[in-house]
């Protein structure tokens, strides 16, 4: 069964720290991407990856940077987290048709 | 600017009673409109592409229908299990891949049993 795991379901940071969100796919696909999901905004696009050692700015990049060195792997990094970035982290990738695998999400609190 | 627009934000149904889900979009150009379901404290699953007006797919209780303009995700009968948020995003062929889905906020569901 296809599947994009994240590496922490629920994370508590303190302003200031540097955070790294992990993502891992079994599914060899080549496009990963990272969402923010919030109440009342919808999910958003951070960042995107279609190939290793690439990426691609999203919607709302600023905050955020983002690591490749391998096809399965794609990390988020809060260089220096602060409060307004308190959210629901989406992982996902997409098969050639486009379709996302999303997975189960970290809730990140920074306080 | 393409936006996708879900209505209702909320909808609570009896349990057989059917109803249809509104997602309107407006993009330079569909390529693609996409359904997504997501359960509490989970990622979005996907459920349906539609890629052209009058396109129709079903899968169990649910079926969705596209316009030139809108999709309907129509339930029918629904049962408990069908109480999730649901979303819808579309895609414009200016948009590159998955990553020019453009995202509605969703609409919540919940079947009474």
């Known amino acids: 069964d296809v599947k994009v795991t994240q590496s922490s379901r629920y994370l508590v940071k303190r302003t200031g720290e540097k955070v790294f969100l992990e993502c891992v796919q079994d599914?060899?696909?080549?496009?990963m991407f990272w969402y923010r999901q919030d109440p009342g905004l919808g999910l958003r696009l951070i960042y995107f990856s279609y190939d290793v050692k690439m990426k691609e700015k999203g919607d709302i990049p600023e905050g955020y940077s983002v690591s490749r060195e391998k096809k399965e792997r794609f990390s988020l990094i809060l260089e220096s987290a602060s409060t307004n970035q308190t959210s629901m982290y989406l992982c996902a990738s997409s098969d050639p048709h486009e379709k996302l695998f999303f997975g189960s999400g970290t809730q990140l609190s920074v306080l | 600017e393409d936006q996708v627009t879900q209505s209702p934000e909320a909808l609570r149904l009896q349990e057989g009673e059917s109803s249809s889900l509104n997602c309107s979009y407006t993009?330079?150009?569909?390529?693609?409109l996409f359904w997504y379901r997501q359960d509490p404290g989970k990622g979005p699953e996907f459920l349906f592409t539609l890629y052209s007006a009058g396109e129709e797919k079903e899968k169990e209780r649910l079926k969705a229908t596209l316009t030139k303009k809108e999709s309907f995700l129509h339930i029918t009968a629904p049962k408990p299990e069908d109480s999730a948020t649901y979303l819808c995003a579309a895609q414009a062929y200016s948009g590159g891949g998955a990553d020019g889905l453009t995202f509605g906020k969703g609409t919540h569901l919940i079947i009474q049993p």
């Open positions: 993009v330079s150009g569909l390529r693609g």
């Open positions: 599914m060899d696909h080549e496009n």
